[in-house]
């Protein structure tokens, strides 16, 4: 599965955003598929996932009650919305295959990603 990430801007702290991930090849809805960051001079880290079905979610401790993932698989897209965005959610967000207990282990390419800017 290739992923691309798309949606991201400057937003002030307090806005929102949705992120898209468009997908294409034949085994999409066959894989979880997660989020994940990486903000300047840090380790790139997990931020959400969804089953392949869309059925079960996980998050990241610090986006709980925030953010929100969802698939379509008919359209081969993954989204996520970021609501109550603070300065330390601006990173370079990336879509990728993901695996594993809790859905955390990426797997494949990263793609390029889209950045998020939130300003105080």
């Known amino acids: 599965v290739q992923l691309q990430a798309s949606g991201g801007g400057l937003v002030q702290a307090g806005g929102s955003l949705r992120l898209s991930c468009a997908a294409s090849?034949?085994?999409?809805?066959?894989?979880?598929l997660g989020w994940f960051r990486q903000a300047p001079g840090k380790e790139r880290e997990f931020v959400a996932a969804?089953?392949?079905?869309?059925?079960?979610?996980q998050y990241a401790d610090s986006v709980k009650g925030r953010f929100t993932i969802s698939r379509d698989n008919a359209k081969k897209m993954v989204y996520l919305q970021m609501n109550s965005l603070k300065p330390e959610d601006t990173a370079l967000y990336y879509c990728?295959?993901?695996?594993?207990?809790?859905?955390?282990?990426?797997?494949?390419?990263w793609g390029q990603g889209t950045q998020v800017t939130v300003s105080s």
């Open positions: 969804i089953s392949q079905y869309g059925t079960i979610t």
């Open positions: 990728i295959t993901v695996r594993g207990s809790g859905y955390r282990e990426p797997i494949g390419s």
């Open positions: 090849g034949r085994t999409f809805g066959m894989d979880a």
